[in-house]
């Protein structure tokens, strides 16, 4: 049975109150190990900590703090193996997924941002014989960084980089679903030589912790990623304390599938999208609409794409779909096959939960799903599900799945499967999503901003746009 620790300026300690948490492994059911079940005491003690750290580290040199982020990078890469292990475990995605995707991407998270913090210009505006205005930004001082379960280092270090390159410190709540990989990252920093209290992890609860940090008067801004019920609370809460905020919300992306499209790779790629992490990623289509000369032959050999999947023991080198992350979303995600059923959808494939031998029989898998026949305004194509069900939908015209796909309150991502270039860029600049990917899926660039329209988010991560979150502008000028 594993025991986790708090870090805290610089050490692995217990929670205050002395208490825990058990912690469930997806794939068995069973417990494996105890997480600290912090509360606002130990945010305090985060914050001492920051706020006692601040000072040097933001007046140590970008170039400085960047290679202690590229060192944290280098000691992700050496124990890829071993995260990824954790990763699978403690989230039930497949290993191979977190081997080749969760870990590096968290390698580069911090060696990109330990470089980008050197090339972040500040602008500067002459005025011919009257005065010299030169803008600099600042640190905002103490960040607060919550992340969610279903990537967890992947997303953990997406905030926590930036926000350390730009000079802030953090005071960092993992999901507690999820914390193993966030207890690895405290060890691997102290390796690295992080000084202490720049980084602060409390494990816990959103009640327990995420609202103390969101609350706490010394917390100068909030980045967040998880459901958009969760990102609407912590605006009410932050706002009226002119936290500043980035959140990263919801989404129920759709997927445009025209006749011109390679079919071969627009399915290959579509499953991917569909059912990668079990569909418990913000950026799956889930949505897919499949121009109606096509439909028939996407479908079919969409589904046996689907029948080809192999669910099984995450840990096994085999396995493609592994378990879903907890008991209660399982069940979540049960129900709304069950509302797909009562809202006339045709079931194509999968819609059960899969009862597995040995190590997994307690686990909690469940098959590829696939729906059609259910109307764009349902409330199955409308709420996000967060698991490994889609829906079918034929169209007959560009103008119609554009009001289909725009049809919802979310706006993250959107993808669009078409040879003809000019359509590509048509229906692109059409769409009202974030991120739009054009005969790809997931292709990802650190340099490009990140986020989602309406209620799927507000503000932006990644490259140069998530380190002025962390920063603020000062105008300065000089009379000549």
């Known amino acids: ?183 690895l990252l405290s060890a691997l920093c102290i390796e690295a030589g992080l000084p202490a209290g720049v980084l602060n992890i409390v494990h816990g609860t959103g009640p327990g912790v995420g609202q103390a940090i969101v609350e706490h008067p010394a917390i100068k801004a909030i980045s967040f990623t998880g459901g958009t019920k969760t990102g609407e609370h912590i605006a009410r809460t932050a706002a009226p304390m002119f936290k500043k905020l980035s959140l990263e919300l919801g989404g129920k992306n759709p997927n445009i599938i025209f006749a011109d499209c390679d079919l071969p790779e627009a399915v290959r790629t579509s499953l991917r999208s569909s059912f990668a992490n079990q569909g418990q990623i913000c950026l799956c289509g889930s949505r897919i609409f499949v121009e109606r000369p096509i439909y028939e032959q996407f479908k ?64 909690y898998f469940l098959a590829p799903t696939v729906f059609e026949g259910l109307a764009p305004d349902c409330r199955v194509n409308q709420e996000e599900i967060f698991g490994p069900v889609v829906t079918l939908t034929p169209f007959d015209t560009e103008e119609e799945v554009l009001a289909w796909a725009n049809g919802t309150q979310y706006g993250l991502a959107a993808t669009i499967w078409t040879r003809n270039l000019n359509r590509a860029h048509r229906v692109a600049h059409a769409l009202h999503s974030g991120i739009v990917w054009v005969n790809t899926w997931l292709h990802r660039d650190l340099r490009t901003p990140f986020g989602g329209m309406k209620n799927s988010g507000v503000g932006r991560e990644g490259g140069l746009e998530v380190l002025r979150f962390f920063t603020e502008p000062q105008s300065i000028t000089v009379k000549l």
């Open 1 to 183: 049975m594993l025991h986790f620790q708090n870090y805290l300026n610089g050490r692995l300690v217990p929670p205050t109150a002395g208490r825990y948490l058990p912690n469930v492994e997806p794939a068995t059911g069973q417990v494996y190990a105890h997480i600290p079940d912090s509360d606002a005491a130990d945010v305090a003690r985060a914050v001492a900590a920051a706020e006692a750290a601040l000072p040097a580290w933001r007046a140590l040199p970008a170039e400085e703090r960047g290679r202690l982020l590229v060192r944290i990078a280098e000691l992700i890469e050496r124990d890829l193996e071993a995260l990824a292990q954790a990763e699978s475990q403690d989230n039930g995605k497949p290993v191979s997924l977190a081997r080749t995707v969760d870990i590096p991407r968290a390698a580069s998270n911090f060696a990109f941002f330990g470089t980008a913090a050197q090339h972040f210009a500040s602008e500067t505006h002459f005025q011919e014989g009257v005065a010299l205005n030169y803008t600099v930004r600042h640190p905002l001082g103490v960040v607060g960084c919550i992340s969610p379960w279903n990537l967890p280092l992947y997303l953990f270090t997406w905030k926590i980089a930036p926000a350390l390159a730009a000079g802030c410190c953090v005071v960092a709540k993992p999901s507690e679903i999820t914390p193993y990989t966030a207890f």
């Open 300 to 363: 079919a050999e969409f589904l046996v794409g689907v029948a080809a999947l192999t669910i099984g023991d995450p840990q096994l080198a085999g396995s493609q779909q592994g378990a879903l992350v907890s008991e209660a979303h399982l069940q979540k995600v049960l129900g709304y096959i069950a509302l797909a059923h009562e809202e006339g959808g045709t079931l194509l494939a999968g819609g059960q939960r899969v009862q597995l031998e040995g190590r997994c029989a307690g686990g």
